[in-house]
């Protein structure tokens, strides 16, 4: 895999809007100030590229405006690093105006940078993945730093230095706090700190050996199996076959399988068939396990347990629940294309740097 270099202090990041365009509306404009101070205070210097702001209506309509960001943001050797605004539904429509442009597939490959979000932004995780280049499942601009409360999650941001080289890369631990999901996101409710709850259950081994060891795959459960469904929008199974997006059966084998999802919070009986349609596509064939990530707000917590193991139907493989990654905070960062091994205890040692 092609890794990035780590991002230094005066180097710049471009922000992308590749899905929904929220950030771009004026009730987000407090968020936009409050992330851009943070990123500033890390040393950064943030770069929205020109049609990030442009709003929900005008991103929704152009998907090739979209697209066209991202390649700017690739071909500019000043860009350092690329950081998603926000997820969304529909950053597949992007896809053919990168994969059918080989100067973009050229500069991923002459010139990798890092690349974080979640989410919908799992279909670009899996674009880059095809393309050979290390990105990360991790924070997004919107969501974590230009979340309203007094400072960035305290987990959330150690984790996001990560990307400028402090701390360690060598291993990852849970967080000892979770938060719940925010009900006022307005103006009024800067400074308000998130529900905290302590972490009483940690991570949990549903089945199989505690102890696991592949290459990290994975994403958002709804965006995968939307790809595979087809059922959200049209052309999106299309779009999927035609660039090969989902990974193969022999792509999945080896793998730790991550999963997590969304803001939704999908019904027990949803959760259910994305998981068929997964297993379906021999997704948990080969792999060598699969971890899961916190349901947001600890939503239906029992009934995705019991769910994941009457689907895997296999007691001999291995199933981490509740990890904190995903839509749940704080947010902790997994890079694709990773060796590591999940230890009994849930810890994270990886065996390879996650940089160039």
Known sequence: ?????????????????????????????????I??????????????????????????????????????????????????????????????????????????????????????????HLMFYRLGLTTFYGPSFLTDLADIGPQMLPYTKEQFLRYLGQGTTEDTRGSSIWYEERHDFSAAA????????????????????????????????????????????????????????????DEWAGKIVFLETSEERPTPALFKEMLFALKTHHVFEKAAGLIVGKPQNEV?????????????????????????FGHAYPRMILPYGVEVTIQEDGRMVFHENWFA
């Open 190 to 249: 800067i400074g308000e700190k998130r529900i905290a709850h302590q972490e009483t259950n940690g991570p949990i081994w549903l089945q199989g050996q505690p102890s696991i060891t592949g290459v990290l795959l994975g994403g958002c459960l709804e965006s995968l199996y939307d790809l595979v469904a087809g059922k959200r929008y049209s052309d999106e199974q299309t779009i999927n076959e035609r660039y090969q997006l989902f990974p193969t059966k």
């Open 300 to 324: 239906y917590w029992t009934e995705y347990q019991d769910i994941l193991i009457d689907v895997i139907d296999d007691a001999t493989f291995p199933i981490l629940y509740n990890l904190n």
């Open 1 to 33: 895999m092609l890794k990035a270099q780590p991002l230094r202090k005066g180097d710049k990041v471009a922000i992308v809007s590749l899905s929904s365009g929220t950030l771009g509306e004026s009730f987000c404009a407090h968020n936009l100030e």
């Open 35 to 124: 992330g851009t101070k943070r990123l500033e205070e890390m040393g950064l210097i943030p770069i929205f590229m020109p049609h990030a702001l442009k709003g929900m209506d005008y991103v929704a309509s152009h998907p090739e405006k979209r697209a066209a960001d991202l390649k700017e943001a690739f071909s500019n050797p000043e860009m350092k690093g690329i950081i998603c605004a926000i997820g969304g539904d529909d950053t597949y429509r992007t896809i053919p105006y990168l994969l059918d442009d080989p100067d973009f597939i050229l500069s991923v490959k002459q010139q990798p940078k890092l690349f974080t979000g979640y989410s919908d932004t799992t279909v670009n």
